[in-house]
């Protein structure tokens, strides 16, 4: 390795140790992460959980699952299960633009005055 190779390398370890300066950008950023962060995990865990319920209902209409839980017939519970699977999944979309809209109304001010001082500044 020759010596601008090794100093190039020095430089890289020696930045991960080093503080950070953080920018009117990365604040910018990180309250824009704010805002979008908790309505996408609300959206995986209840979608998640939908489609959970929706399998459920599934697997008992389309297997003999039910049967090893003592179900007599499984096929009108499954389907009403896997309805109300699909019914939670329909409902994901809508939760998640209310939760992601009064985050947005929350945050507008702060986002709005930080990149107003953003675009001034250059």
């Known amino acids: 390795m020759n010596q601008s190779n090794e100093t190039v390398m020095v430089q890289k370890i020696r930045s991960r140790y080093t503080a950070k300066e953080t920018t009117k950008l990365d604040e910018l950023r990180a309250l824009d992460k704010k805002v979008k962060r908790p309505a996408a995990i609300f959206a995986y865990i209840f979608g998640s959980i939908a489609a959970i ?17 003592g179900m007599t017939d499984s096929m009108i519970p499954g389907i009403a299960i896997g309805v109300i699977g699909m019914g939670l999944a329909l409902l994901n979309y809508p939760i998640y633009k ?6 947005r109304k929350k945050y507008a001010g702060s986002i709005l005055e930080l990149s107003d001082q953003i675009i001034r500044n250059g």
Not at 55 to 68: E, H, W
């Open 53 to 69: 319920v929706m399998g459920a209902g599934m697997s008992l209409v389309m297997t003999d699952v039910g049967s090893l839980v």
């Open 98 to 103: 209310g939760i992601l809209g009064s985050r």
